[in-house]
């Protein structure tokens, strides 16, 4: 399969990503107004909320190929990850995350620039892959820290 160009890929996300609001032409307006877009949590997608650090751990630890988008504030080293609208009880026991309810919003900035502070660490690429919360979960719950080499047990 041949690789589409970075804007084209960027575009498609950009596209996907409008597709997921009511609203596509008042989110364009608040864009061009260096302003967040208003995108409410689980018609198409649930978000999970952690730290920008514990997100770029996470982000090392899951393959590149199987991310979803990933949305951050880099001036409140906040994160979002983008999960699968039907996502049930996994990352209940994940106590770094906070799964947020159906009906929150999620401000969000275009695919092909930041504003605001927020950027996507990981774009939406228009496929509407979204980060399996199994994976995610594993990354950043228990066991998800950094493995010692078998060394240290010696």
Not at 75 to 85: K, R
């Amino acid at each position: 399969m041949a690789l589409q160009p970075a804007p084209y890929v960027r575009q498609a996300g950009q596209d996907w990503l409008l597709a997921c609001t009511d609203i596509p032409s008042e989110i364009r307006s608040l864009w061009d107004a260096d302003e967040l877009g208003p995108f409410p949590v689980g018609g198409h997608w649930m978000v999970a909320e952690t730290t920008l650090a514990r997100t770029m751990d996470a982000l090392k630890r899951i393959d590149p190929q199987r991310r979803g988008p990933v949305l951050s504030d880099v001036t409140q080293g906040l994160a979002w990850w983008l999960l699968p609208p039907t996502l049930g009880e996994e990352l209940d026991d994940v106590c770094t995350l906070t799964v947020h309810p159906r009906g929150w919003v999620l401000r969000c900035p275009p695919v092909l620039y930041p504003v605001r502070g927020r950027v996507w660490l990981e774009r939406p690429d228009g496929t509407g892959r979204l980060t399996d919360p199994v994976l995610l979960g594993a990354a950043l719950g228990p066991g998800g820290g950094p493995r010692l080499p078998a060394e240290a047990f010696a």
